[in-house]
């Protein structure tokens, strides 16, 4: 017997009590394994049970509502809560939580992205701890307050960290970067959104192919990575690439033949078992690679990866965090001080000189687009500092070339048959 209609209950009283009646009913774990050979099956059984409940508490409310907490209760038990709808909207990039009633996504509209603040929002704390634990059950990780930060890549390739109390003042956060459906390519780059110029576009593929080592700097969300993965599009399919990353998201084993993908592991509860970038760049040495790319360059495995540029492993590419080239390279230097080693600052920078010879720099703009603001190369030393000439800029918003000739042309013509009749190239 159905039991009386209830005058008033508010759609957030409403919402939370479904939440609770459905997970006392089910098995989250064993639907989601059904889920895996019938997905229709187990929306299916989630709706009935909704409209069971609605029914058994003598609930008035219209069709359209229903159908909304149907789907709220779907997207609670088989995706991430009140954020699974921002994740399937394909021009969100991220999503951020900042607490349960603020929730901003960046997200792309033609060539720019501009961060909004969603109408999206948490019942309650435990409903947003709710989530997170959805989010990180797949990849048997967890977060509590003996642990209460994470890192890691979810199964589809997005990125994903987490921060709760008491680190986070607020409330629990979330921070969601979403793994692209599709590369953007050099070719996008250049006419979809006017990140960088032909002629650049040309100087850099004739510069990886030459096996120039190659740093790309930038802000974070400045585009580093998405250029990275354009610029391995160049590298030949013939040569073994290893990839080294904290969390994957590298995309060149979708478009190269020959590639190892390598990624750094956190220590357990009890402070073992961590593998760092660090040890992972030692060990591609000893995997016969013809170009190491390091995701990020962040602390003492920079020691590491220069050492691997001066001693015959041309072509790698890696990135840093970094507001101009100039910076970029007093990066390179504070993180080789980071490893301990005793040795005089003239020292690293000669490493530096010596290792790197292409530095490109990107930007987020304030309009939301991403640019390549410079292309400026390293040879050797001038008194005690590292040279680096600009090549091309970005000035009054358009790429331009500076006049500058490539000093490693001698390098360049021993790896090619023949250069591009580029200006650059004298």
């Given at each position: 017997m159905n039991a009386p209609a209830q005058e008033f209950i508010s759609a957030q009283d409403?919402?939370?009590?479904?939440r609770e009646r459905v997970y006392a009913e089910i098995n989250p774990t064993e639907l989601l394994e059904i889920m895996k050979q019938d997905p229709e099956r187990v929306r299916r059984k989630l709706i009935e049970l909704v409209d069971q409940i609605v029914s058994e508490q003598g609930y008035l409310i219209p069709v359209n509502t229903q159908a909304e907490l149907?789907?709220?209760?779907?997207?609670?038990?088989?995706?991430?809560?009140?954020?699974?709808?921002?994740l399937r909207d394909p021009q969100v990039e991220e999503v951020m939580v900042n607490r349960l009633d603020e929730v901003w996504v960046a997200r792309r509209i033609k060539q720019r992205v501009q961060m909004e603040k969603t109408a999206v929002c948490f019942d309650d704390q435990a409903h947003v701890m709710h989530v997170i634990d959805r989010i990180i059950a797949p990849i048997g990780r967890r977060v509590d307050e003996s642990s209460p930060r994470l890192d890691a890549r979810l199964p589809d390739g997005s990125r994903v960290n987490v921060i709760i109390p008491p680190l986070a003042l607020d409330g629990a956060t979330i921070t969601i970067r979403k793994f692209p459906e599709i590369s953007i390519t050099i070719h996008d780059m250049i006419h979809r959104y006017n990140t960088l110029s032909p002629e650049m576009a040309d100087f850099l593929e004739i510069c990886v192919q030459g096996r120039l080592n190659i740093l790309i700097s930038g802000g974070t969300a400045s585009g580093k990575t998405t250029l990275l993965n354009a610029l391995s599009m160049f590298i030949d399919d013939e040569e073994r690439i290893i990839t080294i990353e904290d969390t994957a998201e590298l995309r060149v084993h979708q478009h190269k033949p020959h590639v190892v993908r390598l990624e750094s592991r956190a220590p357990n509860l009890e402070g073992k078992g961590a593998v760092t970038i660090r040890d992972l760049v030692v060990n591609s040495l000893r995997m016969r690679p013809d170009r190491i790319v390091v995701g990020e360059c962040r602390a003492e495995e920079t020691v590491d990866m220069l050492q691997a540029m001066?001693?015959?492993?041309?072509?790698?590419?890696?990135?840093?965090?970094?507001?101009?080239?100039?910076?970029a390279i007093h990066r390179l230097e504070i993180m080789f001080l980071m490893s301990g080693l005793k040795i005089p600052v003239v020292a690293i920078r000669q490493q530096v000189s010596m290792a790197i010879q292409l530095v490109v720099q990107v930007r987020r703009m304030r309009d939301g687009?991403?640019?390549?603001?410079?292309?400026?190369?390293?040879?050797?030393?001038?008194?005690?500092q590292v040279n680096t000439t600009e090549i091309f800029k970005l000035e009054n918003d358009k790429h331009v070339y500076t006049g500058a000739q490539l000093q490693a042309l001698p390098k360049l013509r021993l790896s090619l048959e023949e250069l591009p009749p580029l200006a650059v190239f004298g």
């Open positions: 409403l919402r939370r009590f479904l149907q789907d709220y209760v779907v997207d609670e038990v088989l995706g991430y809560g009140p954020i699974d709808q921002l001066n001693t015959g492993h041309d072509g790698s590419i890696t990135t840093v965090h970094a507001n101009s080239p100039q910076e687009s991403r640019k390549v603001t410079s292309i400026a190369e390293v040879h050797g030393m001038g008194g005690d």
